[in-house]
């Protein structure tokens, strides 16, 4: 069973809109946390945000926020005022696991963001 | 201030031949973890290891993989005989020893590009 789906493999945006980037997640945890990646066309994985299941308030981080609902189990990223800097493979990640306090990510396949000019 | 270090960036194989990665964390970080990415997909967990523990290896093929991380020197992801299915982008991370079930980031490397020719 998946743990993390991204619905959505592609989304194009015009500059300077909002966009809402899709992560639905499965667990029986009551404690894990969600994490968003960007990864750019150069590869590396550039850490954006993160909710802990026991954080009340939506995370935010600059332009970067996450919808986070719970019983729904949804960690939607919402990238305010895009940029085409902000063009890049997106990944969804959860923790999981304790082994000895082990984190190990579960990710999901990514949407693939465009914004246009 | 050096972040996670992969090196080499890019690795070309011939099929049979042996493939090392190696991986330095982050200074004062204990903890290393090794994810694949194959084309066109998000990162899957390989191996969780501390200084010369594996501590879960629950994501590494059964044959053909090994993984270390010694006292001194860099984690090392090592791949014997390798084939074309092995071509991926093999990326490290670090974190510090975590504590309890509290978010303990993960920084990841730039990664290693493996191509079996």
């Known amino acids: 069973a998946q743990k993390i789906t991204q619905t959505q493999p592609g989304m194009f945006v015009q500059e300077k809109e909002a966009v809402t980037l899709d992560c639905t997640y499965d667990?029986?945890?009551?404690?894990?946390?969600l994490f968003w990646y960007k990864q750019p066309s150069s590869g590396e994985m550039i850490f954006l945000i993160y909710?802990?299941?026991?954080?009340?308030q939506n995370a935010t981080e600059g332009r970067y926020s996450l919808n986070f609902q719970k019983a729904r189990k949804s960690a939607n990223l919402v990238i305010s005022a895009s940029q085409l800097g902000d063009s890049a493979m997106y990944f969804c990640?959860?923790?999981?696991?304790?082994?000895?306090?082990?984190?190990?990510?579960?990710f999901g396949q990514g949407t693939r963001l465009t914004i246009n000019p | 201030n050096a972040g996670v270090m992969q090196n080499p960036r890019h690795l070309v194989r011939r099929r049979g031949q042996e493939a090392r990665l190696r991986c330095s964390p982050m200074?004062?970080?204990?903890?290393v973890y090794w994810y694949r990415q194959l084309p066109e997909e998000g990162l899957k967990f390989m191996v969780y290891?501390?200084?010369?523990?594996?501590?879960?290896e629950s994501g590494m093929p059964k044959e053909r993989f090994s993984a270390e991380f010694p006292k001194e020197g860099p984690s090392i992801l090592r791949i014997q005989q390798v084939v074309r299915g092995d071509s991926a982008a093999y990326f490290c991370?670090?974190?510090?020893?975590?504590?309890?079930?509290?978010?303990?980031?993960?920084?990841f490397g730039p990664g290693t590009r493996l191509t079996v020719l």
């Open positions: 990640a959860m923790r999981e696991g304790r082994i000895q306090g082990a984190q190990k990510l579960v």
């Open positions: 909710q802990g299941s026991y954080d009340e």
């Open positions: 667990t029986s945890d009551q404690s894990y946390g």
């Open positions: 200074k004062g970080h204990s903890h």
């Open positions: 290891l501390q200084k010369e523990n594996i501590i879960d």
């Open positions: 991370a670090s974190s510090q020893r975590p504590q309890g079930v509290t978010y303990n980031e993960q920084f």
